[in-house]
């Protein structure tokens, strides 16, 4: 039973335009949610967070938007460049407790 | 610079042979954990560490063991490994808990034949 889901296998986009990867969760205990990059053969890199007190989150061309009468989140990239092709996993849990669960993780190509 | 090390990177093994993935951080941070990527299901949390001798079970901790004696050391041990362990391995840490950033080590491919 996934607690988290990220139903999009993969999505692709032309450059300079906007990418949405979308979550969903069912687990309404879950008060903190981040997104995290992964490039082929190597680990995943953090990307920006959210806190469920909080309705948006911003950094640079990232940000994200949560949605908690949905159990919704999702990661808008503005302007999508060729460099932010890679997966991208949505991960949920409670802010300081001690456990994360992951998406299966979207693939995002960007054409240019 | 700082960073999460794992090794092996790459291991095929045959079933029933006991081994152990190592991981190091050298950032001096209290958690870690230890997840494993297969297609479809993503990143699924197998044990974690909130410091030295705390450890506690993620989601799919069967047929694993870790340790955790040393602050910078986590690894992860196969006692007798099967095939549905073949999988990409990986080690993180983070400063407190889980929801702080978390860094993620380069991966262990692994496979059970």
């Known amino acids: 039973d996934q607690q988290v889901k990220q139903n999009s296998p993969s999505l692709s986009v032309q450059e300079g335009r906007i990418s949405i990867l979308n979550c969903d969760y069912t687990n309404s205990m879950f008060d903190y949610f981040l997104w995290y990059k992964k490039y082929p053969a190597e680990g995943p890199t953090f990307l920006i967070s959210i806190s469920s007190i909080k309705d948006k989150n911003e950094d640079g061309r990232f940000t994200v938007f949560l949605n908690k009468s949905a159990k919704h989140l999702s990661l808008h990239i503005v302007p999508s460049q060729p460099g932010d092709s890679a997966v991208y996993f949505c991960a949920a849990g409670l802010e300081y407790g001690n456990k994360l669960v992951f998406g299966a993780g979207t693939i995002l190509r960007v054409k240019s | 610079e700082a960073q999460v090390t794992q090794n092996p990177r790459y291991l095929i093994t045959v079933t029933g042979k006991k081994l152990t993935v190592t991981c190091s951080q050298n950032?001096?941070?209290?958690?870690m954990s230890w997840y494993r990527q297969d297609p479809g299901l993503g990143l699924r949390q197998i044990y974690y560490s909130m410091n030295v001798e705390v450890t506690d079970k993620g989601d799919v901790p069967e047929g694993y063991k870790v340790s955790r004696k040393e602050k910078r050391n986590f690894p992860l041990i196969l006692e007798s490994p099967s095939p549905n362990q073949t999988s990409l391995y990986f080690c993180?840490?983070?400063?407190?808990?889980?929801?702080?950033?978390?860094?993620f080590g380069p991966g262990t491919r692994l496979t059970v034949l």
């Open positions: 993180a840490s983070s400063r407190f808990r889980s929801t702080d950033t978390q860094y």
């Open positions: 950032m001096n941070h209290e958690y």
